[in-house]
């Protein structure tokens, strides 16, 4: 058993040493943090943190061998949240949020595959009444689709559609 262990912790030690991680950080031209990451092996890979020049945080997501892969969030410059979702692969992937710069909601997607909304999708005024809401297949609008006021978030209209095409009622 303890040959075993031996020669694993060697095997482990030798795989590690040949890996090689450098915490790297790159600044705008006033000296503000443009961007932070890590490289393994020459490449990003990790957490990666963007910067807008006047400080304030601008994207932070995750590379797993050189695709986005995991949180993704970016911000305006003036700290508020524009986009909070997933990626996969480089996608969108999961539920996804966009917000006006003002702070308030702009669209909720439910559920994102390869990067097209494969469900329900919301979308939001900037004042923050309901703009509209239904669901797509493939990115394309599919079905009874609910459509509202700006001024007072009542219910303006109801269409149809199949493939993203308006489906005229009988």
Do not use: A, C
Request: charged share 35%.
């Amino acid at each position: 058993m303890t040959k075993i262990y031996t020669l694993l912790v060697f095997v482990f030690i030798s795989i590690s040493s040949f890996s090689q991680t450098e915490e790297i950080k790159l600044y705008h031209e006033n000296g503000k943090l443009k961007e932070e990451y890590t490289l393994v092996d020459g490449k990003k890979d990790g957490l990666v943190k963007e910067y807008h020049e006047n400080g304030q945080l601008q994207e932070e997501y995750t590379l797993v061998n050189g695709k986005h892969n995991g949180p993704f969030k970016s911000y305006n410059q003036y700290g508020q949240i524009k986009d909070d979702g997933y990626l996969k692969d480089g996608k969108e992937h999961g539920f996804w949020k966009d917000y006006y710069d003002n702070g308030r909601l702009k669209n909720e997607s439910y559920n994102f595959i390869n990067g097209r909304v494969n469900g329900l999708e919301i979308r939001y005024y900037e004042n923050g009444n309901l703009k509209e809401e239904g669901n797509k297949t493939y990115g394309k609008k599919d079905g009874q689709w609910k459509y509202y006021w700006e001024s007072n978030g009542k219910l303006k209209e109801i269409k149809t559609f199949k493939d993203g095409k308006e489906v005229e009622e009988d």
